[in-house]
Nanobody, 122 residues
Framework: QLQASGGGVVQAGGSLKLSCAAS????????MTWFRQPPGKEREFVGG????????DYAASVKGRFTISRDNGRIAVNLQMNSLKPEDTAIYYC?????????????????WGQGTLVTVSS
């Protein structure tokens, strides 16, 4: 089970930190990945992290503004979002990565948490 938290309303240019923690069977997890779904649009890749070497990868739209880090000792991650823009408004989902690399396609992931809503006002 995955639980995302930390969503809310923030003004453009502000910051917000999301968290995601996993419980239950997680021994096959290789990392965690964040996706988001803007209103009326498809779910899209945000970024992810692998446990083994803490390697990260980000979508071009968030690179340099968002940072994913692992919560030490836990199957949990944080998503620090800075310099937020109205186009970052979306429901943010976390998912377990059980495969290779950090896939950016939604079909590569089987385990999803309930999302948390982030609203960035202009």
């Amino acid at each position: 089970q995955l639980q995302a938290s930390g969503g809310g309303v923030v003004q453009a240019g502000g910051s917000l930190k999301l968290s995601c923690a996993a419980s239950g069977p997680t021994r096959n997890s290789k990392g965690m990945t964040w996706f988001r779904q803007p209103p009326g649009k498809e779910r899209e890749f945000v970024g992810g992290i692998r446990w083994s070497n803490r390697a990260t990868d980000y979508a071009a739209s968030v690179k340099g503004r968002f940072t994913i880090s692992r919560d030490n000792g836990r199957i949990a991650v944080n998503l620090q979002m800075n310099s937020l823009k109205p186009e970052d408004t979306a429901i943010y989902y976390c998912t377990l990565n059980t495969g290779y690399g950090i896939p950016s396609n939604r079909a590569s992931y089987d385990y999803w948490g309930q999302g948390t809503l982030v609203t960035v006002s202009s």
